[in-house]
């Protein structure tokens, strides 16, 4: 969207000139190594003090970053002319099996105009707050893909808007499903899975204007009955 409020529509390696070579697949790709993403560079100048290494991997480039620092790398990697990083595509975290291996928040971001793609990663050390900054105020697609790692794997982007349970129920006290300390057949019993299923409202699901009966509204959780109420709005 242009400054006056027309839309322009981006093309892919519009950036590049018209001298740029035909995009093609790359071939024998090595699994480490091989010359990096051109931003892993200017993200090593710009944020010295943040960035904790850049990995090429199967000759994709990821770069690790101090957790506090997210917003603003990922900030300067969408706003500076020479980045242009317009697509978020993807927000997941990992948790491996090691215990001793701190929790990674994955950030796929790819620029069009450049046809770049790269990898940020922030590492969360076990024993410290699972939170990292929000980049909704960046890209809007960020909204749902946030509450999907955080219904999943607990962890809580700071200045989030909305951020409650995508894809569990909001009253789920199960747990976080994608959490490697997470019983594959749910922490609870199967009968107990089952009462819980048959005592929840379907009907507390929908907003107010979707519903038919007034009692529905009521088994709301308090602070979503106070959005609605008050006609406040959140996400995109």
């Given at each position: 969207?242009?400054?006056?409020?027309?839309?322009?529509?981006?093309?892919?390696?519009s950036a590049?000139?018209?001298?740029?070579?035909?995009?093609?697949?790359?071939?024998?790709?090595?699994?480490?190594?091989?010359?990096?993403?051109?931003?892993?560079?200017?993200?090593?100048?710009?944020?010295?003090?943040?960035?904790?290494?850049?990995?090429?991997?199967?000759?994709?480039?990821?770069?690790?970053?101090?957790?506090?620092?997210?917003?603003?790398?990922?900030?300067?990697l969408h706003?500076?002319?020479?980045?242009?990083?317009?697509?978020?595509?993807?927000?997941?975290?990992?948790?491996?099996?090691?215990?001793?291996?701190?929790?990674?928040?994955?950030?796929?971001?790819?620029?069009?105009?450049?046809?770049?793609?790269?990898?940020?990663?922030?590492?969360?050390?076990?024993?410290?707050?699972?939170?990292?900054?929000?980049?909704?105020?960046?890209?809007?697609?960020?909204?749902?893909?946030?509450?999907?790692?955080?219904?999943?794997?607990?962890?809580?982007?700071?200045?989030?808007?909305?951020?409650?349970?995508?894809?569990?129920?909001?009253?789920?006290?199960?747990?976080?499903?994608?959490?490697?300390?997470?019983?594959?057949?749910?922490?609870?019993?199967?009968?107990?899975?089952?009462?819980?299923?048959?005592?929840?409202?379907?009907?507390?699901?929908?907003?107010?204007?979707?519903?038919?009966?007034?009692?529905?509204?009521?088994?709301?959780?308090?602070?979503?009955?106070?959005?609605?109420?008050t006609g406040?709005?959140?996400?995109?």
């Open positions: 969207m242009n400054d006056d409020g027309s839309f322009a529509p981006v093309v892919a390696g590049l000139g018209a001298g740029a070579p035909a995009p093609a697949t790359p071939k024998n790709v090595a699994h480490r190594g091989g010359a990096p993403n051109e931003s892993g560079e200017a993200l090593r100048q710009q944020f010295a003090g943040a960035v904790r290494r850049v990995d090429v991997v199967w000759g994709e480039t990821t770069v690790v970053v101090d957790p506090t620092r997210v917003h603003d790398v990922i900030r300067w706003d500076d002319p020479a980045q242009r990083y317009d697509y978020l595509s993807d927000v997941t975290a990992v948790e491996f099996r090691d215990l001793e291996q701190p929790i990674e928040v994955v950030w796929h971001l790819r620029s069009l105009p450049f046809r770049r793609f790269l990898r940020v990663k922030a590492q969360i050390e076990r024993g410290a707050a699972l939170e990292v900054p929000s980049v909704w105020d960046i890209y809007k697609g960020a909204d749902w893909l946030e509450r999907e790692c955080y219904d999943m794997f607990g962890i809580r982007f700071v200045g989030h808007p909305d951020l409650r349970r995508l894809l569990m129920w909001e009253q789920y006290a199960e747990g976080f499903p994608l959490r490697k300390d997470f019983p594959l057949r749910g922490r609870f019993s199967r009968s107990e899975q089952l009462r819980q299923a048959l005592a929840a409202n379907p009907e507390a699901r929908y907003s107010k204007e979707e519903l038919s009966i007034a009692d529905a509204f009521e088994d709301l959780p308090a602070d979503m009955r106070r959005r609605l109420t406040e709005r959140t996400g995109e």
